[in-house]
């Protein structure tokens, strides 16, 4: 039996549903939750930890059916976007609150808190109000207080989305710390992909109240499944049909472009071929190389994305996205109307099918 198990959950608030959420965990994973605004992350998070009450399903924890305990009984800790730090506490007695129905012992709380405190850098902020903090410091406070009590199962609804970006990578890597200190297993909302990559060993994609796909972050984001999910994670996602098997290869006609693919396919399947734009190498000409697939378009787009640039390469009625550092596309002179090869491995270019993955 697994750590924590999501079994069958449903639930209808407001006309939203939660159909039959299935999820498992492993003591010490990482399990990232992704998936549209509005999909239901929040809502399987404050179900879990008892807000709401199933209508059907089971909320198993080490062992134990905890779906009908009250929240103060599951042993399980949340933390929210907004911190929901008590303005008339200092940052000590934020800290401090979640250990005092468990501890009694005044010494054994000072203890606890000045750990955490310093797990997380803010042991010179414990006199502190939380008005006078920065959000960086606000929600460091706000995860002490949710790992000082030690709880079996830590939930994180999009903790870092209203910082910048040098505060939420600072985080992740104390984040990352602290988890390792406390051995919690965490279950993280985020609409941040870098979340994912930093922090998570398992994703699971939510849409519409469902468990689309879940696996590890690389299988779930190089193979996703459907083609929601590729859309969903940026990948570039091309319908057409298998022409023609060339030994182990299959050639796939997809949206006028002839793409090889190293994944399995029977010439006449119809199916969409994903390709993750971190995977496509812009060149200026045809240069030797292993990789089956060198497609010629013309520069269509160029969008900066934090320190990465974005490059849209239009192909016909086909367009591939390519993501370039700002030195890679100077070098290459990019700008709109110029001519490009988008160049990828056949391995790189993943056929999905159309059943979905549970």
Sequence with gaps: MSFLEIRDLCLDVGGFELSGIGLKAEKGDYLALIGPSGSGKSLILE?????????????????????????????????????????HMNVFENIAYAL????????????????????????????????????????????????????????LDEPFSALD?????????MLKKAIADYSTTVLHVTHDFEDVWALANRVVVIRKGEVMQAGDPESVFKRPSPDFVAEFLGTNVLKGKVKVLE????????????????DPAEPGEEVTVSIRPEEVILAREIVESSARNILKGKVS?????????????????????????????????????????????ASNARIIRSTLHR
């Design 47 to 87: 179900t879990i930890i008892g807000f709401y009450g199933p209508e059907k399903g089971r909320i198993i924890l080490e062992g134990k059916d905890i779906t009908d305990l009250s929240p103060d009984m599951r042993h399980i800790s949340i933390v929210y976007q907004d911190h929901m730090l008590f303005p």
């Design 100 to 155: 005092r129905k468990k501890v009694k012992d005044k010494k054994q709380i000072e203890t606890e808190v000045k750990q955490v405190a310093e797990v997380l850098g803010i042991s010179e902020l414990l006199h502190r109000k939380p008005t006078t903090l920065s959000g960086g410091e606000k929600q460091r406070a706000a995860l002490a207080r949710g790992l000082v009590a030690r709880p079996k199962l830590l939930l």
């Design 165 to 173: 970006t040098r505060t939420r990578e600072k985080l992740r890597e």
């Design 247 to 262: 030994g182990k290869l299959a050639v796939v006609e997809a949206e006028g472009l002839e793409i090889y693919s190293a």
């Design 301 to 345: 787009g160029i969008f900066k994305k934090e320190h990465l640039v974005v490059v849209e390469v239009k192909m016909g009625s086909a367009e591939i996205k390519a993501v370039v550092t700002p030195t890679s596309c100077e070098m290459l002179g990019l700008e709109p109307g110029r001519e490009i090869y988008a160049v990828f491995k």
